[in-house]
């Protein structure tokens, strides 16, 4: 069992930036791939972004891809994700999740996680 707590969203200008952080308990954090996913209104929830248990590994979906950067910090139990020249398209509940298992090394089904209760970006124009 793991408890997921999602951070940083808020409402922000069309090129401006947002820190997303979620903190994870309650399970050990260091072996685990991570993701960012997110869900717009009448949406299907999609992926964003994927890092691998030590970090070595990233993946970004090409809506996020040269803005997005998701890094994590196994020393706190944190993973993040940099938003830069955020768009309106990128409005979403923003959902940080860990993988179940130790495989896959990228979390990018979500079928695959374990979710935090989400975090509102809302990017104005």
């Known amino acids: 069992q793991v408890q997921l707590v999602e951070s940083g969203g808020g409402l922000v200008q069309a090129g401006g930036s947002l820190r997303l952080s979620c903190a994870a308990s309650?399970?050990?954090?260091?072996?685990?791939?991570m993701g960012w996913f997110r869900q717009a209104p009448g949406k299907e929830r999609e992926f964003v972004a994927a890092?691998?248990?030590?970090?070595?590994?990233?993946k970004y979906a090409d809506s996020g891809k040269g803005r997005f950067t998701i890094s994590r910090d196994n020393t706190k139990n944190t993973v993040y994700l940099q938003m830069n020249s955020l768009k309106p398209e990128d409005t979403a509940v923003y959902y940080c999740?860990?993988?179940?298992?130790?495989?896959?090394?990228?979390?990018?089904?979500?079928?695959?996680?374990?979710w935090g209760q989400g975090t509102q970006v809302t990017v104005s124009s």
């Open positions: 999740a860990q993988a179940r298992r130790s495989l896959p090394t990228l979390l990018t089904q979500p079928e695959d996680a374990y």
């Open positions: 309650g399970r050990t954090f260091s072996i685990y791939a």
């Open positions: 890092i691998s248990w030590n970090g070595g590994s990233t």
